[in-house]
């Protein structure tokens, strides 16, 4: 027997298929939480922060994305005001979803 088959002998052995996936998506479902409504004070400042938003500059902003507040810094790729959404690498944002943004590098700082 060679060195590959032996080491198969000792790889853990999952007696129930599938046992680990279903209690993470288990987890992932009880620890979602209600998105938080902002004030108009909130909103508007959000507002102003996206209209000084532009391709190329670096944001940190928090959203809200199926039950969970995620945060992401990264450079603008794309962002679509028709459309009220950016992009910042291959993550898509709509402007409704924003809980909070912030400006950390504008292209004209380099």
């Known amino acids: 027997m060679n060195n ?3 080491a198969k002998q000792f790889m853990p052995f999952d007696a129930l298929v599938g046992l680990q996936a279903a209690l993470r998506e288990r ?9 938080k409504e902002l004030s ?3 909103q508007m400042e959000i507002s102003n ?3 000084r938003v532009v391709k190329g500059c670096t944001i940190d ?3 809200y994305l199926n039950g ?5 810094i990264d450079k ?3 962002i679509q005001t028709t459309s009220k959404f950016l992009q910042l690498g291959t993550t898509k944002i709509y402007f ?3 809980y909070k943004i912030e400006i950390t590098e504008s292209p004209s700082d380099f």
Do not use: A, C, L, M
């Not at 987890?27 to 998105?35: L, M, Q, V």
């Not at 969970?68 to 992401?72: A, L």
């Open 40 to 42: 108009e004070e909130e």
């Open 96 to 98: 409704d979803d924003i």
């Open 68 to 72: 969970h507040y995620v945060e992401v």
């Open 27 to 35: 987890e992932e479902k009880h620890s979602r939480i209600e998105r």
């Open 49 to 51: 922060t996206i209209s």
């Open 61 to 63: 902003v928090i959203f």
């Open 4 to 6: 590959v088959e032996r």
């Open 76 to 78: 603008v790729v794309k």
